[in-house]
């Protein structure tokens, strides 16, 4: 069965430092997607990014990064120089629906405090 | 609108009513999805609409759950006989169609009383 698990549940930070949200997955099958996303106080979940299986190659955008590595099952995403805006709770999911959205298995999210 | 729009936002209803909530999705999206977010269980996918079609209705948690989607647009969640293990925040996403970027309502929060 599929699972994913965001072990850090709340993570304080001071404005300027850098986080990392960690994310481990399970997963039988070897096609898979791992997405990201955001859910600010306003409710609505914003999308991050999608990476199927076979790219392990990191991705960064802005002061986002993400770090896939297969070998450990996990898929963690660092913040750089946060900000109060960030401040939000971040949801980890799986699909092993050749990447479509409909079936995502979502992490318990970690809410993420960015302090002025 | 430019996004996905829930309605109500809130409802509070007794136990053993029935409610229904309404989902209007990003216009030209073929894809629409409901998940539930409650603090015990997380967020977990209740079923997934592919233009009028429910192709996979696996989460809907039990039959006092059913939802419709008519002429490809507005979806409608309804729930018979709520129970209080019913409160929960009720997601709609809808994308352009099953592999690309899903964006989400902000949400209905329902609570059973």
């Known amino acids: 069965a599929q699972k994913v698990t965001q072990a850090q549940t709340e993570i304080s930070v001071v404005e300027k430092e850098d986080v990392t949200l960690d994310c481990v997955y399970e997963t039988r099958d070897t096609t898979y997607y791992l997405f990201w996303y955001k859910q600010p106080p306003s409710g609505e979940l914003v999308f991050l990014i999608r990476r199927n299986s076979f790219d392990e190659q990191n991705e960064i955008s802005g002061r986002y990064s993400w770090n896939f590595q297969k070998s450990t099952s996990s898929f963690n995403f660092t913040i750089t120089a946060s900000q109060v805006v960030d401040s939000a709770v971040y949801f980890c999911?799986?699909?092993?629906?050749?990447?479509?959205?409909?079936?995502?298995?979502f992490g318990k999210g970690t809410l993420l405090t960015v302090n002025p | 609108g430019a996004g996905v729009s829930q309605s109500p936002s809130n409802k509070v209803t007794e136990k053993g009513k029935d409610v229904e909530l309404r989902c209007d999705p990003i216009?030209?999206?073929?894809?629409l999805y409901w998940y539930r977010q409650s603090l015990g269980q997380g967020l977990e996918f209740l079923i997934y609409?592919?233009?009028?079609?429910?192709?996979?209705k696996s989460g809907l948690p039990s039959d006092r759950f059913s939802a419709e989607r008519t002429g490809g647009s507005v979806s409608t969640l309804t729930i018979q006989r709520t129970q209080q293990e019913d409160s929960a925040v009720y997601l709609c996403a809808s994308s352009f169609d099953r592999y690309t970027e899903a964006f989400f309502g902000q949400g209905t929060r329902l609570t059973v009383v």
């Open positions: 216009s030209g999206h073929t894809a």
């Open positions: 609409f592919q233009g009028n079609s429910a192709p996979d």
């Open positions: 999911a799986l699909s092993d629906d050749g990447g479509s959205n409909y079936k995502l298995t």
